[in-house]
């Protein structure tokens, strides 16, 4: 059972340069969340799908999009990547009132 | 508005020392909160809901609503509880989450 599955796991990107990060869970899980890791910031949501074919902003949305695809996988892109995006990036995944399952992060460096 | 607050960036302690990680929170409605660990360059993994009260790792932690805190303890730590812990809360019915910045612990022997 892999839980939650993030690729890739390390990106270097160029400014300007488009990217997506893909996100798949296999716990049939209604619940996505995409959130960024910054040194002394903790984490902070991106986007959230409350359930397949919906998504809502979170507290740093600007930058990026979403897409829940199906039930399992729930992407996140950078039209045209920038220096501040740098971060390690977290999938995570829950239902009902169980508590989040987060997967093992993306490393993406912006030159 | 609702706020997570670890006061410590770093907490340094000896094995077999107590350790307590901060945890301060702001929420008008019923607060539901988490710990998280994250070991070295892994994945977060839940150590504790309020809800549960369970005592995982030798960790516990008590949802104190008139100070606003939930406060992790444990006795005596160990060289393998060096990590960097998060507190949560609960902010919506649709399991959004708000992070404190977190707290490196570092146990040395």
């Known amino acids: 059972n892999a839980g939650v599955t993030q690729t890739p796991k390390f990106q270097v990107l160029k400014t300007g340069q488009s990217m997506t990060l893909q996100c798949a869970q296999d716990m049939n899980h209604n619940s996505m969340y995409w959130y960024r890791q910054d040194p002394g910031m903790g984490l902070r949501l991106i986007y959230y799908?409350?359930?397949?074919?919906?998504?809502d902003k979170g507290e740093v949305p600007n930058g990026y999009n979403v897409s829940r695809l199906n039930k399992r996988e729930f992407s996140l892109r950078l039209e045209s990547a920038a220096p501040s995006q740098t971060s390690v990036y977290f999938c995570?995944?829950?239902?009902?009132?169980?508590?989040?399952?987060f997967g093992d992060g993306t490393r993406l460096s912006i030159l | 508005a609702q706020r997570v607050t670890q006061p410590e960036k770093l907490l340094s302690v000896f094995k077999g020392a107590p350790v307590e990680l901060k945890c301060n929170y702001s929420y008008s409605g019923s607060p539901e909160l988490f710990w998280y660990v994250q070991y070295s360059r892994q994945r977060l993994q839940l150590l504790l809901r309020h809800i549960s009260r369970e005592s995982i790792k030798g960790f516990t932690a008590d949802l104190n609503k008139g100070e606003t805190s939930f406060h992790l303890k444990k006795p005596f730590a160990q060289e393998e509880d060096s990590a960097m812990y998060y507190c949560a809360l609960l902010i919506n019915s649709w399991g959004k989450l708000q992070f404190g910045a977190g707290t490196q612990v570092v146990v040395t022997p």
């Open positions: 995570a995944s829950k239902t009902g009132d169980q508590p989040q399952h």
């Open positions: 799908s409350a359930s397949e074919g919906t998504t």
